[in-house]
């Protein structure tokens, strides 16, 4: 299930709903999609097109608490409509709760002890969070999980 020809429909949706916010949100998503295709000269996978979303996510949480830090709830808000709108073509986040479980598991069952072995715990985990959790979390919680 590819998630562009869906975003490309969200965004027919919203210019007939007249919603000038979303419609732009979604075709920057679709012109970084085709970007990286023009790029890679091909239709990219479901994988990347999370993380090209991931991204754009991960740049507006970032204004987003530069504008709240500054006062300006008005641009923070704007930022905070456009993760929702985003987010919507991800699929289901997991838990900090879930993704520590995993982690955990992860090292035992490749018997990780110490942070030289991070490496290897999350060449492991990636290719079963990537997309449904932020990987700087995960990472995070592999180097807690190894200095326990």
């Known amino acids: 299930e590819n998630i562009k020809p869906l975003i490309q429909e969200a965004v027919k949706s919203s ?11 979604l075709r920057m998503a679709i012109s970084e ?10 239709e990219l996978s479901e994988q990347e097109v999370n993380a ?3 991204r754009m996510i991960k740049q507006r949480k970032d204004s987003f608490s530069q504008f709240s830090s500054a006062g300006r ?6 930022e905070e409509r456009e993760i929702e709108t985003l987010s919507e073509f991800l699929p289901e986040q997991l838990s900090e709760e879930e993704i520590n ?3 955990s598991k992860t090292i ?5 002890e110490t ?3 991070i490496g ?29």
Request: without cysteine; hydrophobic residues 35%; charged residues 35%.
């Open 15 to 25: 210019m007939k709903s007249g919603d000038k916010e979303k419609t732009t949100t």
């Open 33 to 42: 999609i085709k970007k990286e295709e023009i790029d890679k000269r091909s």
């Open 52 to 54: 090209i979303l991931q």
């Open 73 to 78: 709830e008005d641009l923070a808000q704007k």
């Open 101 to 103: 479980e995993i982690v």
């Open 108 to 112: 035992i069952n490749l018997n990780a």
């Open 115 to 117: 942070l030289q072995d």
């Open 120 to 148: 290897k715990v999350m060449g492991s985990l990636k290719p079963e969070l990537q997309g449904k959790a932020d990987m700087s979390l995960v990472s995070k919680l592999v180097k807690e999980n190894l200095t326990k």
